[in-house]
């Protein structure tokens, strides 16, 4: 079974800290995506990836960067958390073919006190 | 650019009841178009899909058909039940890497 997977399902942290969201996937696929999802607004895209070491800005990157050191991992890391920034996050991966679907992880609700 | 519109939520069905969830794209060429389901505490799951015109997707009961004159893709059921309660997400993917979803039309299915 195919599988994204991300580090925590639910995160407390505090304004100012440094914050880290891991995502992996088994799938060997090219990209790789981070949305925030709030109530009323949809799916976000904050950044995406289509290749180790790239990576592209989406809709709403600030407060926000991304590490893609190998394939199957992308990392999302909130450079100074705030409370603005309570959300749940949603990691998704595809293949670069245009007609493949989005496999996504069961999400981090991260709460920022 | 690439958009997708769908029908707003809430939508509260008796169980059994038909559903359908309107959902129209803005796009150009020939996206393939998908819907999603989540559950609560949940991220989202591939429901179905199709990638050309006049393609049906199908599962779980769930159908849906590309239109590219009316350029629709809207999702019914015949006969809904209790765990089909969830957010349904309709979305597009165009020649480029991205994907574009809707706000997403929460369904409620009471006994």
């Known amino acids: 079974d195919v599988k994204v997977t991300q580090s925590s399902r639910y995160l407390v942290k505090r304004t100012g800290e440094k914050v880290f969201l891991e995502c992996v996937q088994d799938m060997d696929h090219e990209n790789m995506f981070w949305y925030r999802q709030d109530p009323g607004l949809g799916l976000r895209l904050i950044y995406f990836s289509y290749d180790v070491k790239m990576k592209e800005k989406g809709d709403i990157p600030e407060g926000y960067s991304v590490s893609r050191e190998k394939k199957e991992r992308f990392s999302l890391i909130l450079e100074s958390a705030s409370t603005n920034q309570t959300s749940m996050y949603l990691c998704a991966s595809s293949l670069i073919r245009a007609n493949t679907e989005a496999f996504f992880g069961q999400g981090t609700r991260l709460t920022v006190v | 650019g690439d958009s997708v519109t769908q029908m707003e939520g809430p939508v509260t069905l008796s169980e059994e009841a038909f559903l359908t969830i309107n959902c129209t794209y803005t796009?150009?060429?020939?996206?393939?178009l998908f819907w999603y389901v989540q559950y609560p505490g949940e991220g989202l799951q591939l429901l179905l899909k199709?990638?050309?015109?006049?393609d049906k997707g199908s599962n779980k009961g769930f159908e849906a058909t590309y239109r590219k004159e009316t350029t629709s893709f809207h999702l019914e059921k015949g006969s809904v039940q209790v765990s089909d309660s969830a957010v349904y997400f309709c979305a597009l993917r165009n020649t480029g890497n991205q994907f574009y979803f809707g706000t997403g039309t929460s369904l409620t299915v009471i006994p």
């Open positions: 199709a990638t050309k015109a006049d």
């Open positions: 796009a150009t060429g020939y996206p393939s």
